[in-house]
């Protein structure tokens, strides 16, 4: 469990990295895409190509790193994607959206 913890802190640096010229942070911010129910990203509203660009690079490092603490850890991906979806959604700030259980979006 603490190798998840540690794993979980290590992506959390990994996506505050920005993707591109729109930065993880910037996009939540403005409302563009919010932190789904899954543990990826996903676009909230007015979906550009560099708003597409951005949630497919973030999605594919979780992806990789979610991998990578899901055989660490001897459990499956999806595990680690719903621990990781809770802890994101808990870092969020006021007015940044994330996907309810029932997959509405909903400001923090």
């Known amino acids: 469990m603490k190798k998840l913890i ?3 802190l290590g992506l959390a640096l ?3 990295l920005p993707a591109s010229a729109l930065s ?3 996009a939540q911010s403005k409302g563009l895409v919010g932190e789904a129910n899954s543990g990826y990203i996903a676009v909230v509203q007015d979906s ?3 708003v597409e660009k951005l949630v497919a690079e973030v999605n594919n ?3 990789q790193e979610y991998a990578a603490i899901a055989k660490r850890n001897n459990i ?3 595990q680690v994607a719903a621990r990781a979806a ?3 959604e808990a870092r969020l700030s006021r007015g940044e959206y994330y996907q309810d259980n029932l997959g509405r979006w ?3």
Do not use: H, M, V, Y
């Open 48 to 50: 550009t190509p560099e």
């Open 24 to 26: 993880l942070k910037e």
């Open 106 to 108: 909903k400001q923090k």
């Open 14 to 16: 990994l996506i505050a």
């Open 76 to 78: 499956d991906i999806s």
């Open 6 to 8: 540690n794993g979980l």
């Open 86 to 88: 809770e802890k994101l």
């Open 61 to 63: 490092k979780r992806k």
